[in-house]
């Protein structure tokens, strides 16, 4: 079962815009990740954010959370055509910190 | 990083027949891997947990004789789609967790997907 939405679905920028992206959930977690996805491809992990932090860095990507509001957001800064792919979040489920529970994905367009 | 490979990538099939996908932790053993499904634009929904030695752990709604899974070591889990019907075209993906981590979340590895097509 998915753990939440992400919105928007899909997203169309120019190349130099930023990018953001919002993940909501639904049950408690441990940690909450981000991946990328081209398309027919696997996944690529992004970034992992833990249930006590509120914000990590890492290059031009930027993450929040908000454990009250239980959401997430995946900022892309100064966005290149190559970052056009599909992003998801994902968190833990409660029997495994290994299981992870995927979120609808948002689809980003880069446009060069 | 660590590499977790899956085989076919590509594989159709007519309908009727069973077809089985392998996953393999190329450089780390792998006590638990999880068997994923996705269909075109949509997200990655979990089907199972496949144990090395012990039957899998499917999740509500999959049908176990369906989607028979086999972890007989620590470094391949198969899949096998018994039976395939156009219906079960998707695009399945597999993730690894290794034997010997620390217990960080970050030790889950994803293979590249097979991409099923049932005529």
């Known amino acids: 079962s998915q753990q939440g939405e992400e919105d928007p679905q899909a997203l169309s920028i120019q190349e130099g815009e930023n990018a953001t992206m919002n993940c909501s959930y639904k049950t408690s977690i441990n940690n909450l990740q981000w991946y990328r996805q081209n398309s027919g491809r696997g996944l690529v992990h992004l970034i992992l954010?833990?249930?006590?932090?509120r914000e990590k860095h890492s290059g031009r990507l930027r993450v929040t959370l908000d454990t009250s509001k239980k959401s997430s957001s995946l900022l892309i800064t100064a966005s290149r055509a190559a970052d056009t792919a599909s992003y998801f979040c994902a968190t833990d489920a409660e029997d495994s910190s290994y299981k992870l529970i995927f979120g609808s994905g948002t689809r980003l367009l880069v446009r060069p | 990083g660590a590499v977790v490979s899956q085989h076919p990538s590509r594989v159709i099939c007519k309908s009727g027949t069973s077809v089985k996908i392998e996953c393999r932790s190329l450089d780390f053993q792998a006590t638990t891997m999880f068997w994923y499904r996705q269909f075109p634009k949509q997200s990655l929904m979990l089907m199972a947990t496949?144990?090395?030695?012990?039957?899998?752990?499917?999740e509500q709604g999959v049908e176990k004789d369906k989607f028979l899974i086999n972890h007989a070591s620590l470094t391949l889990s198969t899949l096998t789609v018994t039976s395939a019907h156009p219906e079960d075209s998707s695009f399945y993906i597999c993730?690894?967790?290794?034997?010997?981590?620390?217990?960080?979340?970050?030790?889950?590895?994803f293979g590249e997907g097979s991409r099923l097509t049932v005529l």
């Open positions: 496949s144990n090395e030695g012990s039957k899998a752990t499917y």
């Open positions: 993730s690894a967790q290794s034997l010997h981590g620390t217990g960080e979340i970050g030790e889950l590895f």
């Open positions: 954010i833990r249930s006590n932090e």
